[in-house]
């Protein structure tokens, strides 16, 4: 065992590393709907009325017990988490009367105890570099039949199914068109006139004036598909085809800025201003957005409110652009939405269009989280209060969305698909191992060393990244999304082109940080 994976292991079962516990100073108990736990969990059971004391027992894979007493219902399972194997596992808690005889069954819980980082030699090394890695995986963008097609076409490949959602996978490809010009220059031309086109298109679908959702890209558009082909793919859009989800139109309203800043044609910019005087208009008194609109009305359909850092950074660059304070009070309203709303709670719900809104702690996930540490990371460095804070979040995605061995495997009696690992996990809703949510927790752990300079997290990352780097085709470039099935096989399978850009950007600046230190 490494120095890393002793010092990973000594967290592990340390009760000062139960990510946010609940109870304390009023906190809730934020992991209701867990099912997996890395590090000791806190757990809240009722008291019970004559209780003078809890019996905690486990019984893990093997059919072995562990057991304590504990004085409160909502006790930490530190002091037997580390005689538990890793796997399956029901905790069983019991109020005791004065003579230790069971009065009650408080609860019943059953949980995955998932393995602690085991060090980065663990595992095969990395099959390429990094930055080889990036290059490959926007080169295969922009050679993708799906993304020729609109330099060829101007409209969307009516049978690439995630073209249905326009506002985030059309927007995607304009941002990774920009980027790639710069890369290969020999075909910037291409890649720029291909990013015009997608975005006139973006353009040309968006409602104006007049309509309740004046300005604003559609979050769904069958407009132009081969609707069969989409609804094998992507059943879920078409129950949605006449909503909005509000966290969508500010990923076009970036990618228009950043075409804007590569062409300097002014519709571009126009275009993310209109949008941004839209979510001036109707911003609520919290600093967010109800979560999904109706079409018809502009009404909202569900009392869940918008949790997406792209605001914060959106409005930024927008105030940084232009000056106008209205941009920047904006920007400052949803980080501090997000404070109140997320870090009291750890309410990380995630909000995804392909999968229904949801009640409180039901689907959690990493996203908004991780970027929350990336902007104290650059911004609160100094600040030690803010450290803590993100410490903290770093322990609940590695918790909740990080498995360093094997994939819970629930059902012994259901066919089993390997699951590849180690990876990030996406939302408790589509609890997969996906390309995307690895990169994104590899960029969080290369943040987190940024910050603290502890080498321990940036292992952790490199990890990661050479997980990528082995995941991905070595011919071609693909980033398969979802890393389930016999190597991955599959390739296209549920296919998500804004997940393999995504891993294509992280990847990339992982490449400008290890080559900046010389780390191999």
């Not at 980080?335 to 719900?349: D, G, H, P, R």
């Amino acid at each position: 065992m490494d120095q890393y994976a002793e010092q990973a292991l000594l967290e592990y079962n340390s009760e000062e590393c139960t990510p946010h516990p609940g109870g304390v100073d009023g906190r809730a108990y934020w992991n209701i709907c867990s099912s997996q736990f890395m590090f000791a969990p806190k757990f809240y059971f009722p008291k019970l009325p004559k209780a003078r004391q809890f019996r905690y027992t486990v019984k893990d894979k093997n059919d072995v017990s562990h057991s304590f007493i504990s004085e409160t219902s909502e006790s930490t399972l530190a002091p037997i988490w580390g005689e538990i194997p890793e796997g399956l596992a029901t905790l069983t808690v019991e109020a005791l009367d004065w003579d230790n005889n069971v009065l009650h069954i408080a609860g019943v819980r059953p949980f995955y105890k998932c393995a602690p980082f085991p060090g980065r030699n663990a595992y095969p090394p990395k099959a390429r570099s990094y930055r080889e890695c990036a290059l490959m995986a926007l080169r295969y963008v922009y050679q993708d039949h799906a993304v020729r097609y609109w330099l060829e076409n101007g409209i969307p490949e009516p049978d690439y199914a995630h073209n249905v959602y326009p506002a985030k996978t059309i927007s995607s490809i304009i941002g990774a068109m920009i980027a790639y010009a710069s890369l290969e220059p020999e075909n910037a031309e291409n890649a720029i006139l291909l990013a015009r086109r997608a975005a006139d298109y973006l353009l040309s679908i968006t409602p104006g004036e007049g309509d309740p959702l004046a300005y604003l890209p559609p979050t769904y558009s069958f407009q132009g598909l081969n609707v069969e082909s989409v609804n094998k793919v992507a059943p879920a859009a078409w129950d949605c085809r006449e909503t909005t989800m509000m966290v969508y139109p500010v990923f076009a309203a970036m990618a228009f800025l950043d075409l804007f800043e590569a062409t300097n044609d002014q519709k571009y910019f126009d275009a993310a201003i209109h949008i941004a005087e839209h979510y001036k208009k109707t911003v609520l008194p919290c600093g967010s957005w109800y979560l999904l609109i109706d079409c018809n009305t502009g009404k909202p359909l569900t009392n869940n409110i918008c949790i997406e850092f792209r605001f914060v950074e959106f409005f930024r660059k927008l105030y940084q652009m232009t000056n106008n304070e209205c941009w920047h009070e904006l920007e400052v309203a949803h980080y501090n939405y997000i404070c109140e709303a997320c870090l009291k709670t750890y309410k990380w719900e995630g909000q995804f269009e392909d999968v229904k809104v949801s009640g409180n702690y039901r689907n959690l996930t990493h996203f908004a989280a991780n970027k929350l540490i990336g902007y104290i990371t650059d911004r609160f460095s100094d600040d030690e209060k803010m450290i803590d804070v993100a410490v903290d979040l770093m322990r609940f995605i590695e918790d909740q969305f990080v498995l360093w061995g094997e994939y819970p495997h629930w059902d012994p009696n259901a066919k089993y698909e390997p699951h590849h690992t180690p990876a990030g996990l996406e939302q408790y809703f589509c609890y997969s191992p996906i390309d995307s949510s690895t990169t994104t927790i590899m960029t969080g752990f290369t943040n987190m060393y940024r910050l603290t300079k502890k080498r321990l997290y940036l292992e952790k990352a490199l990890t990661l990244a050479d997980t990528v780097t082995r995941r991905q085709d070595p011919e071609t470039g693909l980033s398969p999304t979802f890393w389930v099935g016999e190597n991955c096989a599959e390739g296209r399978r549920n296919y998500w082109i804004n997940c393999q850009i995504h891993v294509a950007f992280s990847m990339m600046k992982m490449a400008e940080l290890t080559e900046a230190e010389g780390i191999e």
